[in-house]
């Protein structure tokens, strides 16, 4: 149970890295902007804005992956406290997404699904 739900979290660690890079490298390019459905404008105008927001999707990928190794390494506490708080945040922000924009519920899922499972899982095998 505990190995699928690290497995589940490295998932939704790699998706966040993934998302870093659309918001924090290729913002403007002209796929990025399809994938969010912006103009170049509207992606010029909040170039800024999604730089620094990527840099949070990355920090929550950097946070989960950190407590995967902490907790593969038989330190499970704080590997589960890092990996629960991490993928907590993702699904939070998913939440955020589907609720602010219902259009966007498919990306909202693909964000928030992995880590939810990763919770549900982790839990379980911490409490089994």
Known sequence: ?????L????LAAL????????ESVSWTSPRTRATFGTTEQE??????????????????????AIGIVLSASGQTGVGAALVLSATGSMVLAGLVLI???????????????PPALSIVLLVIGLTA
């Open 43 to 64: 992606a010029l105008a909040t170039k800024e804005l999604a730089f620094n927001q990527g840099f949070y999707n990355l920090f929550l990928a950097i946070i989960t």
């Open 15 to 22: 998706i966040h890295v993934y998302i870093f890079v659309l």
């Open 99 to 113: 609720v602010s924009s219902p259009a966007k519920a498919r990306a909202a899922l693909v964000q928030a699904v």
């Open 1 to 5: 149970m505990t190995t699928t739900a």
């Open 7 to 10: 497995a589940l979290a490295g």
